[in-house]
C-alpha cells in the first residue's frame, strides 16, 4: 500500500432529511446546519471526508438499516431508534418543538390547553409527545384532527390561511423564520411551554468509519476553537454550555 493510500480519509457519509433549521431544501439546494457541520469536520480534519446522503423522516430508519448512511446528525434516540444497532455520542445541543396560532384578538396561553376540536397540521414522520410519539398517519388521524404535510413551511402557511387551528414546529424553526421575515411576530401566537425537549445526538453506526469516541473528539474541537458556536449563531442558537 502507498502512503498516499494509506493516509486517504476515511468516507463518512451523513444522512439528513428536511428539518430546518438543520436541513433545508430549496429547490435542488441544500442547506443548514448538517451542511455546515459537514463543512467544518472537513475543513478542520483530514482523517476523515464528511459527504450528505438524502433521505426523508419516514425512510431514515431504513436507509440506515441499509446502510445507505453511517451517521445522522441532530438526533435523538427516542426518535424510533430504540431497536437500531448503533452509537451515540455525547449531547451537545438542546432543542424543543412549540404549538402555535394566529395571533387574534383575545388568544392567550389557554388556547393550548386542550387540543380536543382543534385542527392540527404536522410534518409527517415526526415524533411528537402530544401523539406519544406516533408516527402512524392512520393511527394519528384517529386520535386527532390532524393534517400531516411535508414541509415545516406549509405548516406555517396553512395556520397563517386558516386551513388549521394549530401549527407544530421545531422552536428553532419558528425563531429562524420570524428573524428572516419579521411580521410572523405579529401574525403568529407560540405557546409557552414546550410540547417536547429535546437533546441532540450524533447517532452512528457500529463497526462503521468512526467511533462515538472519535466523533466525540471531533465535536469538542469545534466547541473548543468557536466554530461550532459561531455555525449555530447564523440560526439564533447556542451550545450547550
Do not use: C
Not at 35 to 40: D, F, N
Not at 151 to 177: C, E, F, H, R, W
Not at 207 to 231: D, F, R, V
Amino acid at each position: 500500500m502507498s502512503a498516499t493510500a494509506a493516509a486517504a480519509p476515511k468516507e463518512v457519509r451523513v444522512g439528513g432529511y428536511l428539518f430546518p433549521p438543520f436541513i433545508q431544501i430549496h429547490g435542488q439546494q441544500v442547506s443548514g446546519l448538517t451542511i455546515g457541520m459537514i463543512e467544518l469536520f472537513n475543513e478542520q480534519q483530514s482523517d476523515y471526508h464528511f459527504s450528505f446522503i438524502p433521505t426523508s423522516p419516514k425512510r431514515r430508519y431504513n436507509d440506515f438499516k441499509r446502510g445507505m448512511f453511517d451517521v445522522i446528525f441532530f438526533e435523538n434516540i427516542d426518535w424510533g431508534w430504540q431497536d437500531y444497532n448503533l452509537l451515540s455520542s455525547d449531547v451537545f445541543l438542546s432543542g424543543g418543538e412549540v404549538f402555535f396560532t394566529r395571533n387574534q384578538k383575545g388568544i392567550n396561553q389557554s388556547y393550548f390547553e386542550n387540543l380536543t376540536n382543534k385542527r392540527i397540521v404536522a410534518i409527517l414522520g415526526y415524533h411528537y409527545k402530544f401523539a406519544d410519539n406516533i408516527t402512524d398517519s392512520d393511527q394519528l388521524k384517529q386520535q386527532f384532527d390532524i393534517r400531516l404535510v411535508n414541509s415545516p413551511k406549509t405548516v406555517i402557511n396553512q395556520v397563517l390561511n386558516g386551513k388549521a387551528d394549530l401549527g407544530i414546529s421545531t422552536y428553532s424553526y419558528l425563531q429562524d423564520q420570524m428573524k428572516l421575515n419579521p411580521v410572523l411576530n405579529e401574525k403568529i401566537f407560540i405557546s409557552e411551554k414546550f410540547d417536547q425537549t429535546y437533546q441532540h445526538r450524533v447517532l452512528l453506526r457500529k463497526n462503521g468509519p468512526l467511533t462515538a469516541e472519535e466523533m466525540n473528539h471531533l465535536l469538542s474541537a469545534i466547541q473548543n476553537n468557536g466554530t461550532l458556536q459561531k455555525l449555530l449563531a447564523k440560526y439564533g442558537l447556542t451550545p450547550l454550555r
